[in-house]
T-cell receptor, first 115, second 111 residues
Framework: GAGVSQSPRYKVAKRGQDVALRCDPISGHVSLFWYQQALGQGPEFLTYFQNEAQLDKSGLPSDRFFAERPEGSVSTLKIQRTQQEDSAVYLC?????????????FGSGTQLSVL | GDSVTQMEGPVTLSEEAFLTINCTYT??????LFWYVQYPGEGLQLLLKATKADDKGSNKGFEATYRKETTSFHLEKGSVQVSDSAVYFC??????????FGQGTTLQVKP
């Protein structure tokens, strides 16, 4: 596709359930990022991949959060035993290269609601 | 640590009014600075950027100048349109692979 694709668009989970959020980056993009955006706030960094290597996971809020990108393309963000405070929009972004000046292309996000 | 502070919104303007959205930053060194925009129902997209001090980024009539002396990167537009209604985010990359965003400023333009 032409842009970054995320699925599902909306996800409702009961507290304690596990969820998996998918990101399809732009084809050929080396870098992939996950961000968490709470209502009325700016996105906050979760984790970063360069190809299949997870180079930075400093933003993951707890060990319930896990991300992978096994073949250097599609990525999955998994949240185990979801809590109400996990409710947010989860954004995926990709870029062509790993430079601080590189433009990020964002998906529309997955809105997660934990009841 | 590095941080970005934006003026709180919402900002409500009439069409053709002048727009300023303030952004100040704290950073080690001199990182690039960005403005991203989020239109209703769409993903974040890059609006403009500046890579060094005194650079001016511009796009779609918007401008922002990288001011090292005041650690600012204010967004301006001379004449806003209804279609500019969106949420605007100032951001900086402290290092490769990460962006720090401000909290966002909502702009509403009324006809």
């Amino acid at each position: 596709g032409a842009g970054v694709s995320q699925s599902p668009r909306y996800k409702v989970a009961k507290r304690g359930q596990d969820v998996a959020l998918r990101c399809d980056p732009i084809s050929g993009h080396v870098s992939l990022f996950w961000y968490q955006q709470a209502l009325g706030q700016g996105p906050e960094f979760l984790t970063y991949f360069q190809n299949e290597a997870q180079l930075d996971k400093s933003g993951l809020p707890s060990d319930r959060f896990f991300a992978e990108r096994p073949e250097g393309s599609v990525s999955t963000l998994k949240i185990q035993r979801t809590q109400q405070e996990d409710s947010a929009v989860y954004l995926c972004a990709s870029s062509r290269a790993s430079s601080t000046n590189e433009k990020l292309f964002f998906g529309s996000g997955t809105q997660l609601s934990v009841l | 640590g590095d941080s970005v502070t934006q003026m709180e919104g919402p900002v409500t303007l009439s069409e053709e009014a002048f727009l300023t959205i303030n952004c100040t930053y704290t950073a080690t060194g001199y990182p690039s600075l960005f403005w991203y925009v989020q239109y209703p129902g769409e993903g974040l997209q890059l609006l403009l950027k500046a890579t060094k001090a005194d650079d001016k980024g511009s796009n779609k009539g918007f401008e922002a100048t990288y001011r090292k002396e005041t650690t600012s990167f204010h967004l301006e537009k001379g004449s806003v349109q209804v279609s500019d209604s969106a949420v605007y985010f100032c951001a900086l990359p402290p290092n490769t692979g990460k962006l720090i965003f401000g909290q966002g400023t909502t702009l509403q333009v009324k006809p």
